[in-house]
Nanobody, 124 residues
Framework: QIQLVDSGGGSVQSGGSLRLSCTVS????????MGWFRQAPGKEREGVAF???????DFADSVEGRFTISQGNAANTLYLQMNSLNADDTAMYYC??????????????????WGQGTQVTVSS
């Protein structure tokens, strides 16, 4: 069974950058759709970045052009590079893995395995 560990969160000023890591064990992440989700207090969990099993990447409109997904030199690490951060990006961020079904799901209910989350706080 795949296991995920999130890390890399922290506090930055508006306009700054952070890189989140998702360390995967148990199974290769390429067997799964991989997603990065975030949840701010009082809001629903939303998907911001997705990696399909064929390497195709997709991003929510709110982060398009600012966030990117990359794969580490080690085969078990994914990164979410976040640039030009603003206060609206403040949230708990989660890495998730789920089965592919006519593409990768864009909602949290489509993902079965989750990291523990890492907090990102952006101050203006």
């Amino acid at each position: 069974q795949i296991q995920l560990v999130d890390s890399g969160g922290g506090s930055v000023q508006s306009g700054g950058s952070l890189r989140l890591s998702c360390t995967v064990s148990g199974e290769p992440y390429r067997h799964y759709c991989m997603g990065w989700f975030r949840q701010a207090p009082g809001k629903e969990r939303e998907g911001v970045a997705f990696l399909d099993t064929d390497g195709t990447k997709d991003f929510a409109d709110s982060v398009e052009g600012r966030f990117t997904i990359s794969q580490g030199n080690a085969a078990n690490t994914l990164y979410l590079q976040m640039n030009s951060l603003n206060a609206d990006d403040t949230a708990m961020y989660y890495c998730a893995a789920g089965p592919r079904d006519n593409g990768c799901p864009r909602v949290s209910s489509g993902y079965w395995y989750w990291g523990q989350g890492t907090q990102v706080t952006v101050s203006s």
